[in-house]
């Protein structure tokens, strides 16, 4: 008998906690305990494969990768599982038809493998250049499922966007035994033909597709997307700049990385207003614009305990002399500051696509294919198989 109610004990201690906790919280405290709790985990991943043709008529492709990249990674932020939690984003990134490359692997260069750091990815995809080659399609895919870790998990989403022209039969490795060692690793491979949809057909692009139960589409990569000014542009900007001041670095090569995080946002700044705004919108995503291996507020989360992980010679020289329990306050209210500043970046992003959409219905006009566009259409589309939606 005395076994038995030591559980009902228990839950009722634990029943009296809360309601003592719900009589004595201030007005919204019990809100605000709510809304950070702990969000729900998944082993599921989506990992992206992005191949990009090099070779001399691919300036337009690499400049529309420069700039629609922040679309794609917040759609994939979007992303959610059927427990309603984010799952893991890996993104690796190949280049191929440039003669710079090694021809006995098919000119092809592995630029990043599989990384969550947005901004090494960015900064990669803007070193890019262009220079004529023979584009072997077979090849870097076969490559990059051979040289990439892909989860084992069946229910991650794992797939690889395929661009460029000419071809996409050249090389000695077909793209049937691309096919088969996608297939064997349950990859989804997506070809993304610049140019003439007929053309790519008579040039084979529509082939893998099928073969990789994936998806085949033909984009203008020469489409310069225009660049609406809004009213809210110069805000988010502010915002923006105030967001990089609640980093916090720290390690070896904590200020090399903060010192990136500037460079890329100057860079597609100059690039477009489109490309800085959506930025600004991914890095107010703290599932997916996270840097725990460099800023301490990412670092910490939820855990306080990993400030005393820290080599407090790492850190900035303000911050280098204070106790842990004084660091402990400064993490938290940069934490804080900086998801009010998220949550205006965002709120105003929504505001200012709502003001593109009403200017683009009063012009009416076509939607152009590109990269961004499909790219954007398929994701939406794939996850679903994997019992994912996007938000």
Known sequence: MQNNRKPLLAAVTVFAAIILASAFNKPGERTQQLASAPHPTTDQKIQVAILLDVSNSMDGLIDQAKAQLWTMVNTLGGVHCENKANPKIEIALYEYGTPRNDVKKGYIRQINNFITDLDSLSENLFALTTNGGDEYCGHVIYSSINELKWD???????????????????????????????????????????????????????????????????????????????????????????????????????????????????????????????????????????????????????????????????????????????????????????????????????????????QKNKTGGATVSTMETEVERIIKEQVKRFKMNVK
């Not at 073969?211 to 009213?231: L, M, R, V, Y």
């Not at 840097?291 to 306080?304: F, I």
């Open 152 to 358: 084992a998990n069946p229910n991650s989403y794992k797939v690889i966007f395929i661009a460029g022209n000419e071809s996409f039969r050249q090389g000695n490795v077909s793209f049937t035994q691309a096919c088969t060692a996608a297939k064997g690793k349950g990859v989804i491979v997506n070809t993304i033909y610049c140019g003439d949809r007929q053309t790519g057909i008579r040039e084979y692009w529509n082939l893998m597709g099928e073969c990789g139960n994936g998806s085949f589409c033909n984009i203008n990569q020469d489409h310069k997307i225009e660049d609406i000014a809004t009213p809210y542009d110069d805000e988010i900007t502010k915002l923006n700049e105030k967001l990089n001041t609640t980093y916090i670095t720290y390690g070896a090569r904590g200020e090399e990385f903060y010192q990136k995080q500037q460079k890329m946002d100057a860079a597609n700044a100059a690039m477009s207003k489109k490309a800085a705004m959506k930025r600004a919108e991914a890095k107010s995503n703290g599932a997916m614009y996270n840097n725990s291996g460099w800023d301490l507020v990412d670092r910490v989360g939820d855990n306080e305990a990993e400030i005393e992980k820290i080599d407090k010679k790492t850190l900035p020289d303000s911050l280098q002399h204070k106790s842990t329990a004084e660091l402990k306050v400064i993490v938290q209210q940069k934490k804080k500051e900086r998801a009010a500043i998220q949550t205006k970046i965002i709120a105003l992003n929504q505001q200012r696509q709502q003001y593109i959409n009403d």
